[in-house]
């Protein structure tokens, strides 16, 4: 039980354009998830939190316009890097709960960016 | 607001060896704590958590971890390592309130050597 996933696993592309990343709860309810970024070797940094029919909040240093989160359903959440550059190459993990305040995050497999 | 401190990027040890990975952490309020391992290219999966209760914390794979308040901190142990052990690991804190947000530490690569 408490499988996330993500899709795609990696994606590779140009400088400028936007990438849709998925993290769908498969057999519960997300009443909240969690967006992370991970650089080589390093740990873990909440980019966001995200309740499912309302906006994301944003980790301070985060930019809100250029990492879009929309959390529309209780089993979906995206993540859309806008205008991708270089610097946004990265490894984009998210995680669910079954409710707010729950002390248990269920992790998805990871998604790598690569902006050429 | 809380922290982790993971003090050693990387453990070295022979297999069937014991080993430790330290973590202490700092909170001005009661926190949940837990141990993540990442295996390459992978997302985290959890070894164990403390939430209350008894302070000697059994997980998967054999791995314990003791929570010590007076010292604030929460050390993973396992008395009898694999090569398939091989990995990243990951302590981090949350509060008991709100959305209880991880924060993570630094990792601690532990490799395993036959």
């Known amino acids: 039980g408490a499988v996330v996933s993500q899709h795609p696993s990696w994606v590779i592309c140009k400088s400028g354009t936007s990438v849709k990343i998925e993290c769908r709860s498969l057999d519960f309810q997300a009443t909240t998830m969690f967006w992370y970024r991970q650089f080589p070797k390093q740990s873990l940094m909440l980019m966001a939190t995200s309740n499912e029919g309302s906006k994301a909040t944003y980790e301070q240093g985060v930019e809100k316009d250029k990492f879009l989160i929309n959390h529309a359903s209780l089993t979906l959440s995206t993540l859309t890097v806008t205008s991708a550059h270089p610097e946004d190459s990265s490894f984009y993990i998210c995680?669910?709960?079954?409710?707010?305040?729950?002390?248990?995050?269920?992790f998805g497999p990871g998604t790598r960016l690569t902006v050429l | 607001a809380q922290s982790v401190t993971q003090l050693d990027s990387q453990v070295p040890v022979f297999e069937e060896a014991p080993v430790e990975l330290r973590c202490n952490y700092s909170s001005s309020v009661s926190v949940y704590l837990f141990w993540y391992v990442q295996y390459p290219n992978q997302g985290l999966q959890l070894l164990l958590k403390?939430?209350?209760?008894?302070?000697l914390v059994k997980g998967i794979n054999g791995f314990e971890a003791e929570f010590n308040k007076s010292q604030t901190s929460f050390h993973l142990r396992k008395p009898s390592v694999h090569i398939s052990d091989t990995a990243e690991y990951f302590c981090a804190v949350s509060d008991r309130s709100g959305f209880q947000k991880l924060v993570f530490g630094t990792g601690t690569r532990l490799l395993v050597s036959p």
């Open positions: 995680s669910a709960s079954e409710r707010r305040g729950a002390d248990t995050q269920y």
């Open positions: 403390y939430l209350s209760g008894s302070t």
